[in-house]
C-alpha cells in the first residue's frame, strides 16, 4: 500500500523558513518523479515544485511564483522528499501536499497519489 | 501560464441526477486534462487522466471527455459519497488546477 506523509509545518513568522518533509513507502521510490503541490485556505490547488529521478539527474522544476524561495530534494535512500520555503509570506499559508507522480508514460502525467498534508501558517 | 476555468463553480443536484462539469482552458491543451476529487478534509484523489481514462477503483459512473480548450468530466448517476470538490489540471505546459466545481446534494 502506497503511504504518504508530509511533516515539518507549523507557525513561522513573515521571512522565516521551513523545511518539509515527505516520507514515502509501498513503492519503488526512485523510480518516480515526486511533486509538492499547496492549497490556500478555501482555494484550489497550486503546482510548487517538482523532482525528478536518478535517471533524469535529478532535475528540479519550479512554479514561476515561487522560483527563488523554494528548493525541493529527495533522497533515494530514504524514499523521501523534501521541500526548503524561504522568505515566507501570508500568501504561502496553505497546506502543503507532497504528491508521487503517475508511472512515466509518454504525454501521460498524472499525481496518483498524495500525502494527506502539512499546514503552514505565517504571521507575526 | 494556462489559465483553467471551471464551471459552475457551484453545482445542486439530486441523487440519481446526471451530472456534467465542465473545464475550460486558456489554449489548446491536446487532451492532456486530469481529473480530480477531493471530500472535505482530505486530500484530493485522481479520477481521471489524459481527458478520459478511468483511474484504477474509480467506480465507472465517471467518465472525462473533450478535446482542444473544452473538456467535460461527467457522473452518469450521482450517488452521495459524489459531494465534493472537483477539480481539472491541464499538464500542457506544466501543472495548472481550475479553482474546482463544489458538487452538493440537492
Known amino acids: 500500500e502506497v503511504q504518504i506523509l508530509e511533516t515539518g509545518g507549523g507557525l513561522v513568522k513573515p521571512g522565516g523558513s521551513l523545511r518539509l518533509s515527505c516520507a514515502t513507502s509501498?513503492?519503488?521510490?526512485?523510480?518516480?518523479?515526486m511533486n509538492w503541490v499547496r492549497q490556500a485556505p478555501g482555494k484550489g490547488l497550486e503546482w510548487v515544485a517538482q523532482?525528478?529521478?536518478?535517471?533524469?539527474?535529478?532535475?528540479?522544476y519550479y512554479a514561476e511564483s515561487l522560483e527563488g524561495r523554494v528548493t525541493i530534494s529527495r533522497d533515494d535512500s530514504k524514499s523521501s522528499v523534501y521541500l526548503q520555503v524561504s522568505s515566507l509570506r501570508a500568501e504561502d499559508t496553505a497546506i502543503y501536499y507532497c504528491?508521487?507522480?503517475?508511472?512515466?508514460?509518454?504525454?501521460?502525467?498524472?499525481?496518483?497519489?498524495w500525502g494527506q498534508g502539512v499546514m503552514v501558517t505565517v504571521s507575526s | 501560464d494556462i489559465q483553467m476555468t471551471q464551471s459552475p463553480s457551484l453545482l445542486s443536484a439530486s441523487v440519481g441526477d446526471r451530472v456534467t462539469l465542465s473545464c475550460k482552458a486558456s489554449?489548446?491543451?491536446?487532451?492532456?486534462l486530469n481529473w480530480y476529487q477531493q471530500k472535505l478534509g482530505e486530500a484530493p484523489k485522481l479520477l481521471i487522466y489524459?481527458?478520459?481514462s478511468l483511474q484504477t477503483g474509480i467506480p465507472s459512473r465517471f467518465s472525462g471527455s473533450g478535446s482542444g480548450t473544452d473538456y467535460t468530466l461527467t457522473i452518469s448517476s450521482l450517488q452521495p459519497e459524489d459531494v465534493a470538490t472537483y477539480f481539472c489540471?491541464?499538464?500542457?505546459?506544466?501543472?495548472?488546477f481550475g479553482a474546482g466545481t463544489k458538487l452538493e446534494l440537492k
Open positions: 504528491t508521487k507522480e503517475g508511472p512515466y508514460t509518454p504525454l501521460v502525467y498524472y499525481f496518483d497519489y
Open positions: 509501498g513503492f519503488n521510490f526512485n523510480d518516480y518523479f
Open positions: 523532482i525528478r529521478n536518478k535517471n533524469y539527474n535529478y532535475a528540479t
Open positions: 489554449q489548446n491543451i491536446y487532451k492532456y
Open positions: 489524459y481527458t478520459n
Open positions: 489540471q491541464q499538464y500542457n505546459s506544466w501543472y495548472t
